[in-house]
């Protein structure tokens, strides 16, 4: 019953404050004591009666009055006269203030989306990871190679085969070189507007003319730039490269992981524009190839294999005295002679390799016609390539 008279007594404050019950008998005796100095624990009234404000601003807080009772100033029961009644102007107001808070949280509800928006911002500034972190912020359902965030694809045909040889396959041209030994077919990659073009060193060593043919079939005269036979790679030009030629996007080869989606697009056996796909089979495999100009003549005899040795076995003929090694990606990409120079490309279409070797299962055979694919075959990482790039524009290391 104690507990009930300190609530029935209290000076109201807060928003936990109740009056009396009117139709309590005890109630007006109660609330006499609760002003009584006979128990010192209980808190003294007020000296005065507190006004109740009937024209409040927003913010500003209002007891909303009841007329029916509460402890006066005098220690005696009764309503304060001071106080609206229920239905009042100022107990409206009570109501309208105590809905004002509902505003910040309004606000809040947009700080996901603001967040979101800031990722996006960061992302789009440092690439690579953080697009897959955008990617489960959003849901959205991105097939994405783990080499690169740049993405060559259309969004409508992302992820396929199809989509990345539409998209790069302007970029590959097919190259014929001619020497004293005969004609050989390679291929090549666009890098830049005004016609370089990236190829292997064995596609073009020895040649005395060089013709490349773009994926819309009008051809054109190339030169040299520059040659690093111990890479095994070679930067030729266009003479008279005409406008609007279609650059192919240089990915990041120190993310390829083994098992990620390739599609490779060359020239073999001079069919242009061939496209096959396959995964990243092993990394930094140890590929030895000819730095012997006469091993790229030899192409000429109609075989257009390129001898390469691979784990103390020699695949495609003698790769002679003269040899060089390079870290490879292997890959189970359908590769025939004639896709050497040719793109190893990610699933978003960025290059991350130019095509160098391959294993013939004809290696004893002089004709081509008897070799055929068996899911061997090699390619030059793009981060090596992108390292040789200042070189191979001054000439090469072979100069």
């Not at 120190?254 to 524009?273: F, K, M, N, R």
């Amino acid at each position: 019953m104690t507990e009930s008279f300190r609530r029935s007594g209290d000076h109201p404050q807060g928003d936990d404050h109740q009056p009396a019950h009117p139709l309590h008998p005890g109630a007006a005796h109660q609330q006499q004591h609760a002003s009584s100095p006979v128990n010192p624990e209980w808190p003294p009234p007020p000296a005065y009666e507190p006004a109740a404000p009937y024209a409040v601003e927003p913010g500003t807080t209002v007891w909303p009055g009841t007329g029916q009772g509460g402890d006066g100033g005098d220690g005696h029961g009764g309503g304060w006269t001071a106080y609206p009644e229920p239905d009042s102007a100022p107990t409206a107001a009570f109501a309208t203030v105590q809905a004002e808070p509902v505003a910040p949280t309004k606000k809040r509800a947009k700080g996901p989306l603001a967040l979101l928006a800031a990722v996006a911002i960061v992302a789009a500034a440092i690439g690579g990871g953080t697009a897959y972190g955008i990617q489960e912020l959003t849901g959205n359902d991105t097939v994405a190679s783990s080499s690169t965030s740049t993405n060559v694809v259309p969004t409508s045909q992302k992820g396929t085969v199809a989509g990345v040889a539409k998209a790069v396959g302007p970029s590959i041209v097919e190259i014929g070189a001619t020497s004293n030994a005969g004609s050989s077919t390679g291929s090549g990659v666009i890098i830049t507007t005004d016609g370089e073009i990236i190829t292997n060193n064995h596609v073009v060593s020895g040649a005395s003319s060089i013709k490349v043919q773009l994926s819309d079939g009008k051809s054109y005269t190339a030169q040299v730039v520059g040659t690093d036979s111990k890479k095994d790679l070679a930067l030729i030009k266009l003479e008279d490269a005409p406008s609007g030629l279609k650059t192919a996007t240089l990915g990041n080869s120190d993310g390829v992981q083994v098992g990620d989606q390739v599609v490779a697009i060359g020239s073999p056996e001079g069919l242009t524009g061939t496209v096959t796909s396959g995964i990243v089979s092993a990394l930094d495999r140890d590929v030895t190839v000819s730095t012997d100009e006469s091993q790229g003549q030899q192409q000429g005899d109609g075989g257009g294999r390129w001898p390469f040795e691979f784990g103390g076995r020699e695949f495609n003929g003698d790769t002679g005295s003269s040899t060089t090694t390079y870290k490879a990606l292997q890959t189970d990409a359908s590769l025939n002679p004639g896709n050497s120079g040719g793109a190893l490309i990610d699933m978003n279409g960025n290059i991350i390799g130019i095509n160098s070797a391959m294993y013939s299962a004809a290696s004893d055979s002089s004709s081509s016609s008897s070799a055929g694919s068996v899911g061997l075959g090699f390619a030059i990482p793009i981060n090596t390539v992108r390292a040789d790039l200042a070189d191979l524009r001054a000439g090469g290391s072979d100069s």
